[in-house]
């Protein structure tokens, strides 16, 4: 059984370890430390004892209920656990304790009553001022003790409780009874009795809780959802922190480095916020991906990213801090983003992409380039195969595929008309067609090579290539597509 426990001021690691010597024990919890922790460890408990609230944010309600969604029992006591566990025990979580109780129970209602300074983690986080709970529990026992009747025990919690809580101490309280007017007996009687019976009460109950844990373990938690909300998807995606290089790194950070640092920024940001208005407009539209298209995009992901097994998928799920839900949702989007894509070129069934393939290449500076490298080939082929509309071609498809994907880095990871239907052209017979024109202007141009080399050498040119005007054998096979013939749409 994994346990964490946030710890602080309340009681110290080495008291802790004596009672749960197993456990993994961290400072007091700020915001994003339990959804972090979630995720990056799995633990099967979080005792939460302590947390910040003044020099960091505190632990949100969200983040105890993503645990418990997540199948995380979670316990508090205390301190912020009482506190925060009191707001959620209603979705499972399980609080203990005099101080839980009294939240609980509404009698304890301010987050003051728990509030205390304390040094940092080289000293240990000891306290530096008094909890208000615990003044509450030393009053009361005074009374019980008889060194206090009831008016000067209300009397003295009112003066505590008056007090800013970073000045709260017993010192402080003996001074504002003096200051008040009590019998100097009275002060007199409550500092000896302070001596030896003052009530740490936080400090009792977190030995209490780790002790309940200690000798009978923790209880599964009973399902919950956690509503996204989004203030929640926020914390989730920007604060919540992933385990690189040995720090703990928020997902901000990653993001903003991303924007300061790569030079090819713009168009990752572009091409993400693109991606996001696909889903958005997808949400809009109910367009959903079912368990079948997600298993479809998950196998089309394995071989888009060159992953050999599952194995792997798995070691680049952590790699890039994912985890399985995660991945899971990951591939979901990219499904529902797929089908919006299809829909959409079916639409253009006549125009297809190549509008917008063409702005894009506009928009990254390449299309005088890729204009010009197209006319180029056009130009190769008018002068080495002027005839090649009319003629045929019945070289192998696949040999077709193997040779262009050998010369270029053109890799399909899918049956090829579902890649013909996606970039844009008609059909196979489309991509054929252009397969050989791209065949034929490489052999064009290693002919026109071959002659020009051997012409410099003295050769003769028409035996180091042949008739660069003659095309390859021809077949019957038409490699011409009807252009102008109406299609289906794709639906």
């Not at 993994?24 to 799995?42: E, G, K, R, Y």
């Not at 500076?365 to 005839?387: F, I, M, S």
């Not at 040119?461 to 299609?487: C, F, L, N, Q």
Request: proline share 5%; with cysteine; aromatic share 8%.
């Amino acid at each position: 059984m994994t346990v964490f426990v946030y710890l602080g001021p309340t009681l110290t690691v080495a008291e802790a370890q004596a009672i749960l010597p197993d456990a993994t024990f961290l400072p007091p919890a700020a915001q994003a430390d339990i959804l972090s922790a979630v995720d990056q460890s799995h633990p099967d408990a979080i005792l939460l004892v302590d947390g910040v609230f003044t020099q960091a944010l505190s632990v949100w309600h969200k983040e105890i209920l993503y645990a418990l969604e997540r199948g995380v029992a979670v316990y508090g006591a205390s301190s912020m656990g009482a506190l925060r566990v009191a707001e959620t025990a209603a979705f499972g979580a399980v609080g203990m304790g005099r101080i839980y109780e009294g939240f609980a129970s509404g009698e304890l209602t301010d987050d003051d009553e728990v509030a205390v300074t304390c040094a940092t983690a080289e000293w240990g986080f000891r306290a530096l001022s008094e909890a208000m709970v615990n003044i509450r529990a030393t009053l009361a026992a005074a009374r019980e003790a008889g060194v206090l009747d009831a008016a000067a025990h209300d009397k003295l919690v009112g003066l505590a409780k008056a007090r800013f809580f970073p000045d709260r101490s017993f010192h402080r309280l003996l001074e504002d009874a003096a200051a008040a007017g009590f019998d100097e007996s009275v002060v007199a009687a409550l500092r000896a009795f302070l001596k030896t019976g003052a009530v740490d009460q936080k400090r009792e109950d977190a030995i209490a809780l780790l002790t309940h844990v200690r000798d009978h373990g923790v209880v599964p938690p009973a399902p919950v959802t956690v509503t996204r909300s989004h203030p929640f998807q926020a914390l989730y995606h920007r604060d919540r922190r992933v385990q690189r290089k040995g720090v703990q790194v928020p997902l901000s950070d990653i993001s903003s480095w991303a924007a300061l640092h790569l030079e090819d920024f713009r168009e990752f940001n572009e091409h993400a916020l693109h991606a996001s208005l696909v889903n958005v407009l997808g949400e809009l539209l109910g367009v959903e991906a079912d368990d079948e298209a997600v298993a479809a995009e998950r196998k089309r992901f394995v071989q888009d990213q060159r992953l050999g097994s599952e194995d792997e998928l798995a070691r680049w799920r952590l790699a890039n801090d994912l985890t399985e839900s995660e991945l899971e949702n990951f591939l979901r989007r990219q499904a529902v983003r797929r089908r919006l894509r299809d829909w959409l070129v079916s639409r253009k069934y006549l125009e297809r992409t190549t509008q917008d393939v063409l702005d894009e290449l506009r928009l990254r500076r390449r299309y005088p380039e890729t204009a010009d490298a197209a006319a180029a080939q056009q130009k190769v082929l008018e002068g080495a195969y002027p005839d090649f509309e009319s003629r045929g071609d019945d070289t192998d498809l696949v040999e077709l595929i193997r040779d262009h994907a050998h010369e270029t880095r053109w890799r399909p990871t899918v049956a090829l008309d579902t890649w013909a239907f996606e970039s844009g052209f008609k059909d196979v017979s489309d991509v054929r067609y252009e397969l050989v024109r791209a065949r034929l202007a490489r052999r064009a141009m290693v002919a026109a090579m071959e002659s020009l080399t051997g012409a410099l050498r003295g050769g003769p040119a028409a035996k180091a290539s042949g008739d660069p005007g003659s095309p390859p054998a021809a077949g019957p096979v038409s490699v011409s597509p009807p252009r102008s013939r109406p299609e289906e749409p794709r639906g």
